[in-house]
């Protein structure tokens, strides 16, 4: 099994050279595949921009062999040469944006199946924003303002992004939308890796998490490790 960084958002503005040199580091060092999907920043057309923005940031840190895949939606998700380097890959980056159109492109996808298999066999899957929403087994749709099944890395969980920012105003409608759901607020300039043998999570960057389970509220700051409760 692979490792999975959730990251709350503003990823490339400087704040987050720890929690990814560590992913950078279990996904095999600066020379390891990293692929960066920037599907979630096409429905404004911004994908393009995205993806150089990822390409210069990981770049940045020294990795040797970055490439941001035009992987944009549904259709881009089955394409053969994507499928394959995304099987390759030792680190799979999920840019923000538009979490629904994010998770459409690659539910059912031969490039999510191809993601998965590498994820299993000790690879990283790692998402910022919209991109670290869909990777649990429930995301909030914040323009329909559904919850709406992710791609179901972490189960019985949602991840709620830009925490210190506008994303504390989703809390009260999730609990009461599934009261038994864990919600994981992440702070921006903030990732939560799980990393080690075992298992447990910890916190990197500027901010903090904030998870709730039912009445229970708890705050975890930056290396200090923790377990999602269990729904």
Known sequence: MGFILLEGGAEFGGAMEIPDL???ICAGGLDAPLRIIPAAAAPDNNHQRAGENGLRWFKSLGATDVLALPLIDR???DTESIVTQCRQA???YLLGGFPHHLAFSLKGSRAWQAMYTAWRSGAVIAGSSAGAMVLC???YDPQTGALEKGLGLIRATCIIPHF???GQDWISKLSRMRPQMV???IDEATGMLNHGPD???HVYGQGRVTVYHRDRIEYFTPEQPFRLPKA
Do not use: D, H, M, T
């Open 22 to 24: 560590k992913a950078i």
């Open 75 to 77: 259709q881009s998700a």
């Open 90 to 92: 030792r680190l799979i």
């Open 137 to 139: 087994e429930f995301y």
């Open 164 to 166: 210190n920012s506008f």
């Open 183 to 185: 919600l994981v607020g």
């Open 199 to 201: 298992g447990a999570w």
